[in-house]
């Protein structure tokens, strides 16, 4: 049972450089999202997805791309980085909000990125 | 718009004492409403959540949460904190429908110590 896989784990950037944290799950679930975490902030959101082909914007999108070309993969994109993008994300997954499901959140173990 | 407010970031009890982590919310709809617990250093796995069913809710490892409306609370207690619950616990909500419907808001969360 993979669930939700987040790569890599870590990554060190300087600024100004691009990367994509990938993520993918294998629970066919139609729901994908992204979140950081800053110390004493929680987790906010940046962008998610209700399905294949559409995505949208959360709390905190600026600076960041995704697409969502397949149900299993949610590629999170940052165009060019800034020391502000240093924090962990996380990619999470759950079922749509019909037929009784109540949405909990599956969350990938997390990817750490520092931006010099 | 739908909030989550948890107070005290940091709670320190001593092993087998009551465990207590406060959370509130605000929501114009009935919500459903999640705890998450994170280790050090992983992902965020579910604790316990509220869907309109039973306002008492039991979850993993002793954890339990009660629902109260009238009070806008969904405070997360244990009888008896045991070393191993040293962790960060997060309180979410999430909106049953509409058109962000799926997307989870965080609160801050609450750093639990427990001392020997």
């Known amino acids: 049972n993979a669930g939700v896989t987040q790569t890599p784990k870590f990554q060190v950037l300087k600024t100004g450089q691009s990367m994509t944290l990938q993520c993918a799950q294998d629970m066919n679930h139609e729901y994908m999202s992204w979140y950081r975490q800053d110390p004493g902030m929680g987790l906010r959101l940046i962008h998610y997805?209700?399905?294949?082909?559409?995505?949208d914007q959360g709390e905190v999108p600026n600076g960041y791309n995704v697409s969502r070309s397949t149900t299993e993969d949610f590629p999170l994109r940052l165009l060019s980085a800034a020391p502000s993008q240093t924090s962990v994300y996380f990619c999470a997954s759950s079922y749509p909000l019909r037929g009784g499901r109540t949405g909990e959140l599956f969350f990938g173990e997390g990817s750490r990125l520092t931006v010099l | 718009a739908q909030s989550v407010t948890q107070l005290g970031s940091h709670v320190s009890v001593s092993e087998g004492a009551l465990v207590l982590l406060r959370c509130n919310y605000s929501?114009?709809?009935?919500?459903?409403l999640f705890w998450y617990v994170q280790y050090p250093n992983q992902g965020l796995q579910l604790l316990l959540k509220?869907?309109?069913?039973?306002?008492l809710v039991k979850g993993i490892n002793g954890f339990e949460a009660e629902f109260k409306k009238s009070e806008t609370s969904f405070h997360l207690t244990k009888p008896s904190a045991h070393m191993r619950d040293a962790a960060e616990y997060f309180c979410a909500v999430r909106v049953p429908y509409g058109g962000s419907q799926g997307n989870l808001i965080f609160g801050k969360g609450t750093k639990l110590s427990v001392k020997p």
């Open positions: 509220y869907t309109s069913a039973a306002t």
């Open positions: 997805s209700v399905g294949a082909g559409i995505t």
């Open positions: 929501s114009s709809v009935p919500p459903y």
